[in-house]
């Protein structure tokens, strides 16, 4: 699977006009189209530790700050500390006329927090042995606390007068005694009569000091260029932001962190709002409930060989094709331009039809209406990447056989047989095939130049999914569009 990380070489047109390889979409079986991650609503499913796989639900992470209460990280490596224990000698309290002689010493357990892997421990900070191994570890407390807690006060002192300000807006009568206020006359009303301007309302006194840019900055110590720097004393840029509000500038001064919560997403398609990955809920499960990633619905396309390309020549290009699905495929390779419609193969065009229209009407009703989203137009962008190269395309279409996992194992050879045109096919086994293809950049490319080609593939696809009132399984000849990037212009000779 190492290629899907690889550079994107062949990359597939979503249809907002994005660029992506076919690691990084989605099919939705539902809309029939790509979407990559600009066309899915991101959501997040849960929250929980990496370490001790604790699910924390929403409310409690914002009282935890996002990080887990019991676990904890080196703040030198950031690998997760584990709890040690040790023995400390005790000395009983000698009680007078008792003789030193029968003094015990008693041992008693202590623990420390370790990190495994750079051997910092909790006491090479200064920070005193606990007598419990579960926690009770000192919060390193925020400079600036105060300030930030006069913030947040001050704040929900705005909001609560804006939600009262918002209630007697909601209740207020629609004619509040027009007759009477309008004889009646203001303080401010004079003022403004006179020239003078209102008295602006006097501020909150719960209001804490605006903070002010100042340019007075400390001096710096004058050995700061003559005292020689030990590079294993000084925090590393990562090391400090791991901790912002304290940002330690020595090792010894680094405290161990609370570690982070991560979360698990699902994403869902913009358009019909029908998901297309959802992961298991279950943190330490890496499994999903619905994974519609492209790779297992779009037949993908790998760029076996080029020969060396130089402009106006022609060279022969080797791609290889691969069926994913459970289902028969044929795939005809088809000029840029030519229109993106799906076709439909079976008979019951007018159904799919009709069902198409239902789909782009009205969205199903899969959420309640409070968290429900608008389906969102496509908004498409141009594609930003030009072909610069001719490509030979094959009159005729080819069949890719549907996907047998036992086959893969099986090496008495290819049972199938289609009648290829030998020109087209140089390699077939199972589900994939090999074609050749002959590209003649244009004549302006200059050395080095990337060349790129780009052809629209159609593709049978089976519907699989049945309405109440369509049960029988559809057959679509979708389109998409590619992009290859076959090499670079190595000479004009
Ligand atoms: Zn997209
Ligand atoms: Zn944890
Ligand atoms: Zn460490
Ligand atoms: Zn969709």
């Keep these: 699977m190492s290629y899907l990380n690889q550079a994107d070489y062949v990359r597939y047109v979503c249809n907002c006009g994005s660029l992506k390889p076919i690691s990084k979409i989605y099919f939705c079986r539902h809309c029939l189209k790509i979407r990559c991650g600009y066309c899915v609503c991101q959501e997040v499913d849960s929250h929980y530790c990496t370490n001790c796989m604790e699910i924390v639900p929403p409310t409690e992470v914002r009282l935890k700050k996002n990080r887990c209460s019991n676990c904890f990280e080196c703040p030198c490596c950031l690998q997760t500390l584990c ?6 000698p005790l000395r009983v309290a000698v009680t007078e006329g008792e ?10 357990k202590v623990y420390y927090l370790s990190c495994s892997m750079c051997r910092w421990t909790s006491r090479d900070a ?7 191994a579960t926690g009770g570890w000192p919060e390193q407390e925020n400079p600036h606390m105060s300030r ?22 909601k209740f207020r009568p629609k004619r509040p005694f027009m007759q009477t206020t309008m004889f009646r006359i203001t303080s ?14 006097a501020p909150s006194t719960d209001q804490p000091p605006p903070a002010v840019a100042s340019a007075d900055v400390e001096e710096l110590p004058a050995d700061i260029f003559t005292k020689p720097v030990d590079i294993n004393k000084i925090t590393t840029l990562e090391q400090r932001l791991q901790h912002l ?8 001064e680094l405290r161990p962190q609370r570690r982070q919560f991560l979360v698990k997403r699902s994403q869902r398609c913009r358009v019909c709002e029908h998901s297309l990955s959802k992961p298991d809920l279950c943190s330490q499960s890496v499994k999903f409930k619905i994974q519609l990633a492209a790779f297992y619905y779009i037949p993908e396309v790998r760029i076996v060989t080029c020969e060396p390309l130089r402009p106006g020549k022609s060279s022969e290009l080797l791609l290889k094709f691969c069926n994913p699905t459970q289902y028969q495929t044929q795939i005809t ?3 840029l331009d030519s229109p993106m419609t799906p076709v439909t193969v079976t008979d019951e065009k007018d159904e799919l039809k009709q069902e198409n229209l239902e789909q782009e009407s009205e969205s199903p009703n899969l959420l309640p209406s409070i968290v429900r989203q608008v389906p969102v137009a496509e908004e498409t962008k141009p594609i930003n990447v030009h072909a610069n190269a001719d490509l030979t395309l094959p009159q005729n279409s080819f069949i890719l056989p549907l996907r047998d996992d036992i086959a893969e194992y099986d090496d008495t050879g290819d049972t199938h047989n289609f009648q290829d045109d030998p020109k087209l096919m140089v390699w077939r086994k ?46 679509v000849d979708l389109k998409v569009k590619l992009y290859l990037t076959v090499g670079n212009i190595v000479g004009s000779a």
């Design 99 to 108: 003789e030193s002689k029968d003094v015990k010493t008693t041992p008693k």
């Design 83 to 88: 709890t040690r224990a040790g023995h400390v």
């Design 188 to 201: 401010s009303m004079i003022r403004k009569h006179i020239g003078h301007p209102t008295i602006p309302a």
């Design 430 to 475: 199972d589900n994939k095939a090999v074609i050749r293809l002959h590209v003649t950049p244009d004549e302006n490319i200059e050395e080095n130049e990337p060349v790129i080609i780009g052809f629209v593939m159609q593709y049978g696809y089976v519907n699989t999914i049945t309405t109440l009132d369509h049960k029988a399984l559809q057959k």
């Design 148 to 169: 930030i807690n006069a913030l947040i006060d001050y704040h929900k002192i705005l909001a609560s007068i804006e939600k009262q300000q918002c209630e007697t807006k």
């Design 333 to 335: 390779l088809l000029s």
């Design 245 to 252: 509000d304290v940002q330690a500038e020595n090792v010894h």
């Design 126 to 132: 200064g920070i005193p042995d606990q007598s419990v």
